[in-house]
């Protein structure tokens, strides 16, 4: 159900604001409205799971209130209040009959995005958290842009009438420093979860992050084959289309892969919290209470 939110989140609401701002049409609209739709059912089960994991219940606890109360106290509550909004947010910009109304919709939900993961991130909250918690924002935003624009760009790709190079060379003049922004917050960001390079292949976390960065520069290295090798090709010949949506269909599933990992974090705490636990352990008083 993690994955499920992060597919609402990027591939639904990056998918409506690709559509709104760069698209300039509904390319792509059964996936993103389908990721829309898994994203806020996700999202409002893993709140009740959550609420389950805390107080050890059986699936059955979460028709009962103490979960879902037990949930709304810990920083996932907010996280997935805020991700629920963002979602129906860009459902209602992608019904709205004006494009302003359309952009200013579509822009709330991708700050949505950011505000989201960047309340209950764990990045979010380690010091300076002045600097990680935008870090986290800029992170989120960006990915939501680019996955949410693999959809549309694969729809349009299908078609092979030409529509699709001029839709790809706006995303393109764009793309380039949204990547560039998302690797260096997310480069800065494992430095600070992990604070060690032995942690990086000494603890689950560090596990997790060394296949994601595996993934990542797979997923870079084929944008980079699209952006310089077929691009051009498509320049010269604009309804030869079928090696982009190979190519891009193939970061598609680099992304699901990415995100099915990344969701591997909700079983292990980064070793900065797992540090600074100890540290604090060492340090706490004891004190033995006998009847």
Known sequence: FRIGV???LFAGVGGVFFASW???GSSGARVIIGALRVGLVSAIVSLGLQGLDLLNLPLGGLFSFAPWK???GTSLGPSLLIAIAAMLIARLGWQSPSMSMSWKLTAAAMAGVGLSLSTSSH???AAPEWVTGPAVFVHGVAVAFWVGALAPLIALARKRNGTVLPVLLRFS???VPVVLALVL????LAIVQLETFGALIGTRYGIILLVKLTLVAMLLGLAALNRYVVTPALK???RNSRELKGGVFFEYVAVLLILAVVAGWRFTAPPRALAAAASAAVEA???IHIH
């Not at 917050?185 to 800065?188: D, H, I, L, N, W």
């Open 123 to 125: 990045a979010a909250t």
């Open 285 to 287: 008083p004891l004190a």
């Open 236 to 238: 010269a010949e604009p």
């Open 22 to 24: 760069i698209g300039w």
């Open 70 to 72: 037990s949930a709304f």
């Open 6 to 8: 992060y597919l609402g």
């Open 185 to 188: 917050t997310g480069f800065g």
């Open 173 to 175: 003049g764009v793309a």
